[in-house]
């Protein structure tokens, strides 16, 4: 048997460790600006979680739970990188939230509500998200 590696037994080579498996989500991938949006995430065979941009407003976000949710309200579309570091190595999940902006809004208001033939009243009007445009002289 000395052909064939001398007769000891050997043992099977260790396992290398696997590499952490993410599961990243958002709750839509397009929202209204100010509207609110949930990461969700969940990681195995990891010792650290970290989101970028942070997340995490009580410290640099490398502190992350390795199964959590984060509510957020956007202003601007955001890519966001999760990366999950373990003895196995460095797995990384990336999601963009397209951010819109809201419709404009009008509002008229005519007082009095009610006139008769050849009277006057005032017409007010407010506009949120909108240009102002003139018209042309």
Known sequence: ???CGGGHPQAPPPESPSAPLVSFSASSNS?????FLTLTW???NAT???ISPNVNEADDGKYLALVGACTLILQNTTTYVLTAQGQGGTTTK???VEVRAAAPTISLVAEPGTILPGASATVRWSTAGAAISRPAS
Not at 31 to 35: F, R
């Open 1 to 3: 048997l000395t052909g």
């Open 31 to 35: 929202i209204i600006s100010g509207d």
């Open 42 to 44: 969940k990681v195995t």
């Open 48 to 50: 650290s979680v970290s």
């Open 94 to 96: 990336q999601l963009t």
